[in-house]
């Protein structure tokens, strides 16, 4: 039952781009509002990115891309999850995204762009809500963990 | 009547009960926001010791009384000199994209247009990280941030838009590459080798600053002992054989834009700093040796303008304690900092809201250089965060607005003017105590190296990114037109794109396809055999600790063996970095 786990989110960092500064932020922060986060580290290829984020069974994957190349490694990590029949999986991107570029990444089916001065309780919302309606009949149940979590995230508890 | 301690000590007691608290009081304040200094702050006697004069031991007030831009300033406005665009023996704006020959076509188009500096090369990410543009790694990431480099015949390509007067005997080259910074370098060596210029007459720059990758910057390959192996035999092989080349420029704004606080910012460059000089002690140098071919790139980066300033003064007196009294160098050209930026903002100041005001906030980054030793200038254009690449307007305008704090407001023309100010001596003094216990820790851990391979660098660095973070998102730290005055009624100037893009885009989009190609063609080509047994050697080379590395390296590159084998071959000796977890 979904009350019982946490929302899952795995942070990743496709391609060669070495800028963690946006990953580690959101997955500090992601963890303070009460998400399991697992971060990938540097340099994984979209094959990669696909398979951990099935094998750790996560609700969400987080890309985080600096180096101008997330259409192409996003495009990539989509198809990769759409293969293996995990689409259900909410899709975020984050970084230095052109605004011309928003659109292309929705229509690939991605759920939210998140871009400089993006606050994490807004990353946070969104997760939240796209999940909600993705499956509707789970929404109370993750309301009311919500309402625990952030209990804990006042109290300044901060990732290990 | 000559002010007596105790007499300011009393007026400084009779100023806070009868003026300072009623004020906090009045306005129902816990503190005063504002704090006020005096000689009680800082020992202002040791003037000397502490501060010393311009060009003289401890370097607190600057380098040198004036700098060659400084001599030649008024000369430049004359004749309209443009430093982005190089000459004056210097190199041009950093640069690259697409294959060699799309960025080699770019630098003569610059060149026609009078931009005759040296190239200051961006290399794409695939060869920074040591791979091949064929590499499965590369998709979609060759030639995008910078040019692609797999072989000698790529970099010699790049070079065939200098030639004649702009030879590499007459321009100088800077390299932002770090990992592969030795298979570089030996490109340049051969590339002289094959034009007959002795290695003497090369000058220039390679990065060659791999600890701070493993702490900010990601370009990572091996793990950092072989790493710093490297670091070693390049060090030893450009002082034997090209003394006029940099050995390296270490960068502390790197680690600051990847979230540091100053304090760590200081204190990890510093540590990376020891860790450099002891690689060349192990290497057989003399300190005097080799420090003075070390550069720095730049060091802290942040809005906070004071703080920034005495960040500059506390650097260069602990650069130049470190060196002498830790290493006992005699040289003072060993104990400087050399940094083409002293002071700026950061990068990770500008904001992608509201972009125009970036142009404010590196004004006023340049006012803190003008004022700490170094050039006063606006950095970085205003269009930073909006995506790669500067457009022409923005270089246009911080160019404008560094000349503004040069010529009209004349900036630079006090050799650190904070000298001797209560407030600035005390800020001084604060950033290097804290710094210096910051190094203390790294040190008691064994350094730079054993501080990155237990976590502990990276890890502090992505902690304290967070913890701004959640400052700007409480409000407890503010950012214009990010977290405050962001309602409706505050407007977002624009300006209109008027000038070309500075890459095409055309030869961008297709560049990595041209560059698989050229990349198939020379490996059908080349000797195999030779290839072979150079990469062979290099292998039997590098696992014998003691042997430096460069001549197998200079005998891979030279027959055409490319950047990912050679790296490839390395990887299989040293191993590979493992990413940090959190």
Known sequence: MVQESRIRVLIAKPGLDGHERGAHVVAYGLRDEGFEVIYTGLRQTPEQIVSAAVQEDVDVVGL??????????????????????ANDILVTVGGIIPEEDREALERMGVGGVFTSG?????????????????CPHEEENRGLFTEGTQATAGTGHEGQ | MKDSRKGIEKAAEKW???????????????????SFHTPLSCDTTHFLDKVGFP???????????FDFWKAHAKTAALFGFRPDWGGAGGVGKYGGFGTPADYRDYLLRMQSMGRKGGPNIAFDLVTQCGY????????????????????????????????GELDIDKVPSNFTINAPAAVIIAMYACLAGKRGIPLTKLRGTPQNDILKEFIARGTHIFPPRPSMRLFRDTCVFCRSHMPS?????????????????????????MANGIAYVEAGLEGGLAVDEFAPAFTFNAFGGSMEIYHEIAFQRAARRMWAHIIRDRFGAKDPRSMTIRQPITAHIGCSSTTLQRPLNNLAR??????????????????PPFDEPLGLGHSQEAVQLQLDATRIMIYEAKVADVCDPWAGSYFMESLTDETEEQALAELEKIGNMGGAVAAIENGYMPRAVAKSAYERQKKIESQEEFVVGVNCFVDAHEIDVS?????????????????????????????????GKGVVASLKNLKDQARDQDKNLMPAICECVESDATLQEICDVLREVFGEAQPVKL
């Not at chain 1, 993006?118 to 993705?134: N, P, Q, V, W, Y």
């Not at chain 2, 990431?141 to 072989?151: I, T």
């Not at chain 2, 390296?248 to 460059?269: C, K, M, P, V, W």
């Open chain 2, 495 to 527: 300006i209109n794109r008027g000038v070309e893009a500075t890459y095409d885009p055309e030869l961008k989009r297709t560049a990595e396809e041209r560059q698989k190609a050229s990349l198939a063609e020379l490996k059908r080509a080349r000797n």
């Open chain 1, 118 to 134: 993006s606050k994490i309780k807004d990353i946070a919302a969104h997760i939240r809500t796209r999940l909600g309606e993705m």
């Open chain 2, 245 to 269: 080349l940099n050995i390296n420029s270490i960068g502390g704004y790197h680690i600051r834009e990847a979230g540091a606080t100053r304090t760590q910012d200081l204190a990890f460059s």
């Open chain 2, 55 to 65: 060009g003289q031991f401890p370097f607190t007030a600057g380098n040198n009384p």
């Open chain 2, 132 to 163: 091949d543009s064929d590499s499965p790694y590369a998709e979609g990431e060759v030639g995008r941030v910078g040019v692609a480099v797999s072989s000698l015949r790529d970099f010699s390509i790049i070079y065939e838009a200098y030639t």
């Open chain 2, 362 to 379: 590196a004004v006023i980054g340049g006012m803190g250089a003008g004022m700490s030793g170094g050039i006063p200038g606006a950095f």
């Open chain 2, 16 to 34: 806070e009960a009868e003026i300072l608290k009623p004020r906090v009081k009045r306005f129902n304040l816990d503190r005063s926001p504002t």
């Open chain 1, 64 to 85: 985080s891309i600096l180096s101008g190349a997330h259409l192409s490694l996003t495009r990539k990590v989509m198809e990769g999850l759409k293969a293996k029949g």
